[in-house]
């Protein structure tokens, strides 16, 4: 059974993230864990809290088969959520994009796949996926299972996105990893020529309608090509489309 870990204040974001993970995994038998962090142990916090989570209960959560938790607890919220994902080791961390800094320093620490769904995005129906491709070869052999799996479930086409300078042939050392686990998966690949990666990347979201943008943080977006990372960087900044990080 896949584990679903969602981090949650029960605003706006976070009940957002909770109806994307629904519709997302609505046909499949799942374990969903919430983890509400408050800044210090405080019991009124601690009922507020569940009484809230009963809420979702007989709302958002009624009609939905899976198996629901909450987990409250105090700390610092990035390491909490660390210690969330070495605990449970979840499929998929799914948040509601309220900071943006948050965010970027979860993607620093965390070894787990995260879905991450900006403010104000309420379409949770799949049908186009964009994978940002980087030609490089794959270097953790199932890095790319959670993209495989979203687009199998949601019966999503996948379109492969090379983004160059120049247009010259270059050896794709992901391919083998892509066709693999993209092999049952519709898919295609396109090359646009351009020197604005983040640009070129948005342009291309929404010219074709583009569900989910989903990218390789090779290493936690502290890539040793300092591209890379604002690459990352603006994308997270400027995105109206959730983005799957994958590690």
Known sequence: MKTILIPID???ASVTAIAYAKALYKKENVHVQLL????ELNENLQIQAYNQF???QETILKDWHAHVKLSVTSGKIIEKIQEAI????PQLVLIGLTGKTMVKELLKLTDAPVLIIPKGNNKTNIENIVYAN???EIQVGNALEPLRDVAQSSKAKVDVLHIEKEFKPKADEAEESLEYYLELVNHEYVFIKSDDFPSAIQDYVHKNKIDLLTLLL?????NENNSKGKLVARLLEETD????SLV
Request: proline share 8%.
């Open 10 to 12: 029960f605003q706006s």
């Open 36 to 39: 509400h962090v408050m800044p």
């Open 54 to 56: 009963k809420t979702l």
């Open 86 to 89: 070495k605990q449970v080791k």
């Open 134 to 136: 980087d030609f490089k």
């Open 218 to 222: 090779r290493d936690h977006g502290q």
């Open 241 to 244: 489309v959730p983005i799957l």
